[in-house]
């Protein structure tokens, strides 16, 4: 098993920035995915970003242009920078690991992101 806990929510106007981290209590080196949902409120989650272990991302969409994803693997965190924010980018922000493709996700508690003027 692995445990996440993320951090660096909070509110924001719009237009702003955020950096979300998502620390892992083993290595990553060599886990399969690693990434981020959210979950708007009377929404289904859905997905913002993955990173493989090779570093190939995956990003949703409807925020390619203004969030980016990462992995420092010396310090086994997941970051998510987050630009040019829009209140529709509220919601909970989860990460996830996923070891291997035969294993299933494991996931974080989520850190609140409110975009508000």
């Known amino acids: 098993q692995v445990q996440l806990v993320e951090s660096g929510g909070g509110l924001v106007q719009p237009g702003g920035s955020l950096r979300l981290s998502c620390a892992a209590s083993?290595?990553?080196?060599?886990?399969?995915?690693m990434g981020w949902y959210r979950q708007a409120p009377g929404k289904e989650r859905e997905l913002v970003a993955t990173?493989?272990?090779?570093?190939?991302?995956n990003v949703a969409d409807s925020v390619k242009a203004r969030f980016t994803i990462s992995r420092d693997n010396a310090k086994n965190t997941v970051n998510l920078q987050m630009n040019s924010l829009k209140p529709e980018d509220t919601g909970v922000y989860y990460c996830?690991?996923?070891?291997?493709?035969?294993?299933?996700?494991?996931w974080g508690k989520g850190t609140q992101v409110t975009v508000s003027s």
């Open positions: 990173i493989t272990s090779g570093g190939v991302t």
């Open positions: 083993r290595s990553i080196f060599s886990i399969y995915a």
């Open positions: 996830y690991v996923r070891p291997s493709p035969y294993e299933v996700r494991y």
